[in-house]
Nanobody, 115 residues
Framework: QVQLVESGGGLVQPGGSLRLSCAAS????????MGWYRQAPGNLRELVAT???????HYVDSVKGRFPISRDNAKNTVYLQMNSVQAEATAVYYC?????????WGQGTPVTVSS
């Protein structure tokens, strides 16, 4: 089993920055990628960014260059640095871990972009 705990969400002004963290624990040896998804009200959950165990990253076009994803292997933690946020970034952000036979989700952390 893998447990994912997100933190760092909250209220941020347009143009501001926020850093989300996802701490992973449990049986991590089968995890080959981690990432962030988001779900805005009335929308489907969508991919934001992923990072593989080898450090390869992938981003949805709308966040490229603004939301870098990174990981600290010593802390088993993945980060999403959100820069120059706009109103469309308002959503619940979920951490995801992909293993060989299943995937895992965190409980989500809400991000609200508003002045």
């Amino acid at each position: 089993q893998v447990q994912l705990v997100e933190s760092g969400g909250g209220l941020v002004q347009p143009g501001g920055s926020l850093r989300l963290s996802c701490a992973a624990s449990g049986s991590l040896f089968n995890i080959y990628a981690m990432g962030w998804y988001r779900q805005a009200p009335g929308n489907l959950r969508e991919l934001v960014a992923t990072i593989s165990s080898g450090g390869n990253t992938h981003y949805v076009d709308s966040v490229k260059g603004r939301f870098p994803i990174s990981r600290d292997n010593a802390k088993n933690t993945v980060y999403l640095q959100m820069n120059s946020v706009q109103a469309e970034a308002t959503a619940v952000y979920y951490c995801h871990a992909a293993a060989a036979r299943r995937s895992y989700w965190g409980q989500g952390t809400p991000v609200t972009v508003s002045s």
